[in-house]
Nanobody
């Protein structure tokens, strides 16, 4: 069974940091683009960041300079380091994998990130 499992979410004060992890199982994801999306209450899901299979990195403007995506293919894991968090970063964060950035065939179950002001 192919799975992506996120972890690392939680409650943090504004200005704080969290590191999300997404561990893949059931197949190797080293040939996939890996993405992070998020969905805030009452809003549509939005793209946050992606790393292509060749290592090209993409960020949404809203997180550029604050978030850092990385991947460890040996561990079949992708990370999202989130610094200088703002209340507007509050959302459920989803990991995804697909053939190219922003196109996902596999999704994780999501992890809640709450930033208090």
């Amino acid at each position: 069974q192919v799975q992506l499992v996120e972890s690392g979410g939680g409650l943090v004060q504004a200005g704080g940091s969290l590191r999300l992890s997404c561990a893949g199982s059931g197949r190797t994801f080293s040939s996939d683009a890996m993405d992070w999306f998020r969905q805030a209450p009452g809003k549509e899901r939005e793209f946050v960041s992606a790393v292509s299979r060749s290592g090209t990195i993409y960020y949404a403007d809203s997180v550029k300079g604050r978030f850092t995506i990385s991947r460890d293919n040996a561990k079949n894991t992708v990370y999202l380091q989130m610094n200088s968090l703002k209340p507007e970063d509050t959302a459920v964060y989803y990991c995804a994998a697909g053939p190219v950035p922003r196109i996902a065939n596999y999704w994780g179950q999501g992890t809640q990130v709450t930033v208090s002001s």
